[in-house]
């Protein structure tokens, strides 16, 4: 039962993405429906660029949460990784961290 679902999943399973951990700074390029709801509304590309803090999750449930301060506040998102709203995900810079998770960032950076 267990290879049935992983080959169900490789069909969802992106290989355009670069591979990134947590301590990276990264841009990802979101699809975002203004206005109406639906198919009405229009679409845009909206960018996040920030620290991944965690990447969570295996096969085609994978996510990843990332964290950028703006104007003072800090502001938290959970991508799924092979969402099909990702048009694309470029990586800025590679960190160097000894841990999986960064939450020590939240009361530290804005």
């Keep these: 039962m267990n290879e049935q679902i992983r080959a169900l999943e490789q069909e969802f399973i992106r290989k355009d993405l670069p591979d ?3 301590g990276d700074l990264i841009r990802v390029y979101e699809h975002v429906s203004m206005g109406k709801t639906g198919r009405e509304g229009k679409r845009r590309i909206q960018l996040f660029e920030g620290i991944v803090i965690q990447v969570r999750g295996e096969g085609a449930s994978k996510s990843f949460t990332v964290r950028k301060s ?12 092979y969402s099909p709203r990702i048009e694309r995900i470029e990586q800025v810079e590679r960190g160097r961290v000894r841990r999986a998770r960064l939450t020590y960032l939240r009361p530290k950076r804005p």
Excluded at 75 to 80: C, G, S
């Design 20 to 22: 990134f951990r947590a």
């Design 70 to 81: 703006s104007s003072g506040i800090g502001v938290e998102k959970v991508f799924p990784l």
